[in-house]
């Protein structure tokens, strides 16, 4: 925050919040506010009270009645926290302006931003010309993840790789994408929560199936379909999982019955890929030479134009984040404590569709493979 | 549109994508551009063609490519339409800058909204100058529902209504609250898709058990547990669906056992407090005094202060929607065609927590209940 001139940050994003103060709030009207110089202050609806007790570890609470008659504006107590906080001597202060994609909190079907409301209260609070948008700040310092943000990621991907589990011990004949999505769903929140103290715990799946709809499984988002799988039909799973604010992003590829020797081939070669990739990841690597790893031997295996999409993007505080992209003439230097994807694909009329993605934590000396998870072709119990 | 001076909309929720051109976002990339002359167009990522050519009604498509090598910046392909569209001749373009609550789009793990980088898109488009908050105007718009609008709505209560019965049913001893947040959520995909034609569907379940949890049942998110029910608990199931973009909320109670004379009298207040809200709705009603036909059942019961929050609120493209509101003092008159909870409820530490929720559609006469589905306290299979 000095280097970037700010004398205090004002946050609302759940993904920011966390970030900044440990607290994962239950919905999107938790407002953080944290001066340069004196503690933090969280202003929270009084009913989150009893999950921000435990999960605040470094910042001061204020609350305020919400969702109950005789509650007030929320916006009127978070000023009141800047204006006493602030003062009329800030010069600076950030705010998260430049989020176009989010995280939703935890009550996931309604997430709360920041729009006029907020910059109006922003702007009453300290005077419009104060404000900054903060997002550069706020994404570089997601960008190396500290030691208790490392184990939080690394429980969300092994709590994925249960529902990676039950995708590959589930796909068979006669089950549909939707099937598969509402049982690996299950399945993660089932014997997710509680894993390893974990509290709030959500998948987000999605699954492709059969030839047509996995030469499409490259897309952002797919529908599943409710048609029974046949032998000889490719089935992809597109996991997100949320454990505790922080994020897990998966993918495997199966074929139920016989795959062809095409599939084959793409499967072994995306598979080689991933491995290339994460081999090559180490403190001081450039982002396209890891994504180029992973693109040659796509390359050499015949698979170059089938591979449509960059090998990786972060993640953590959210299901894809901004630093670093693992690209084709991505000039990041990985560091230490960064946490990225590596996914490489195959996607064709003749394949259907192969991707395999592990989250991938960039360590001391190399890499480590957050809740590894194997990625065999064939369904049923992995090794 | 003409009403409020302005010579275009541009949106990119998707709960105003869909009101505005019939398709539902995959993800939040998808820009509407509404001329106040002319067709509407929308600027998609190509990789959503396919749905959007089978859903959007009224709306030219562009595309541009999203998510694999080769695409260029969304904003620009955005940018260029706008001018297009809109020339030099814009003197005011409206933009959703209000929208501090957002319903996600079928990618629900990763919402996208409005923040700088549209903003500027849009400066750079038409002139900063020329920008207005078009919320108030999105907002009037949805406040009644058309007959397309109102049957997405029914489905989706409808297909709540499915959870909300897998709830009843399953609610039982050794049962967990988060075994039956994951059930309710698994039954609502696998029996909601499909569902008279129901394509993409997802809940967002939230079950309290016990009398301490259910006591805090009010709060707008609650934590399930793992604790196991035992013969008296009560248990409450608070429902978000989303089919194919359209939000249903419903909550159910139940007590596993016996429940106590004062959870009976609870129960009975509270399920008579819905039956005379939900009569006195009708166009020209107050909203005021549908709140008061509940909240004098629940005074005469004597569970007034147990009855901690507001009546209801509008639904429909998002979980909550802010007309109308069924409030103490609220002096919306009710319009055919507007769509809105009732959800009474009574929280004490001697009853735990008991609402019984559903969705009202104002109809030319009186009320339909969306979706219906008994409301006993006891669990079990319901007539």
């Known amino acids: 925050m000095a280097e970037a001139g700010l004398d205090a940050l004002v946050c609302r994003l759940p993904e920011n919040v966390l970030m900044l ?4 709030p239950l919905i999107g009207m938790s407002f953080l506010i944290m001066p340069a ?40 107590a978070v000023a009141a926290v800047i204006v006493e906080k602030l003062g009329s001597d800030a010069k600076r202060v950030g705010f998260e302006g430049g989020f176009e994609s989010v995280a939703p909190p935890w009550n996931a079907g309604e ?24 997002t550069d700040l706020l994404y570089a310092l997601r960008a190396r993840k500290t030691g208790a943000e490392q184990e939080g990621i690394r429980r969300a991907s092994e709590i994925a ?7 590959q011990e589930t796909a068979d004949r006669g089950r549909s994408g939707v099937d598969l999505v509402a049982h690996v769903e299950l399945a993660v929140m089932l014997r997710g929560t509680g894993f390893r103290g974990a509290r709030r715990v959500r998948a987000f799946a999605q699954v492709s199936t059969g030839m047509e ?3 499409l499984a490259y897309r952002p988002a797919v529908v599943s379909t409710l048609r029974p799988l046949v ?9 997100a999982v949320v454990a505790d604010g922080f994020w897990a992003d998966r993918t495997r590829s199966v074929v139920v019955g016989k795959p062809t020797a095409r599939q084959r081939a793409a499967h072994e070669a995306v598979r080689e890929a991933k491995r290339a990739a994460i081999a090559r990841v180490r403190p001081g690597a450039r982002a396209a030479d890891v994504d180029e790893a992973a693109r040659s031997v796509m390359r050499g295996a015949g698979f170059e134009r089938e591979f449509l999409h960059i090998t990786g993007h972060g993640l953590g505080f959210r299901y894809h984040e901004p630093v670093p992209v693992i690209a084709p003439g991505a000039t990041t230097i990985l560091e230490e404590g960064m946490v990225h994807s590596v996914e ?24 480590e493979i957050l809740g590894p998870c194997g990625d065999d072709l064939a369904p049923g119990m992995p090794a």
Do not use: C, N
């Open 21 to 24: 103060s440990g607290y994962w």
């Open 161 to 167: 790789a249960l529902g990676l589990r039950t995708f």
């Open 344 to 367: 490489p694909g195959a996607y064709a009329p003749d394949i259907g569709g192969i991707r395999l993605e592990d989250d991938i934590l960039v360590t001391p000396d190399g890499a």
């Open 111 to 134: 997430p709360s931003i920041s729009a006029a409301a907020t910059l109006a209260m922003l702007e009453r609070s300290v005077g419009r010309h104060v404000l900054v948008d903060a």
């Open 37 to 76: 110089q004196g503690r933090p202050v969280v202003v929270l609806p009084r009913s989150e009270e009893r999950e921000a007790k435990e999960e605040l570890w470094e910042a001061e609470r204020a609350t305020y009645l919400y969702g109950v008659l005789g509650g007030a504006d929320p916006y009127e």
């Open 213 to 215: 709809e996995t030469s």
């Open 231 to 239: 032998g000889g039909d490719p089935a992809v799973l597109e996991l």
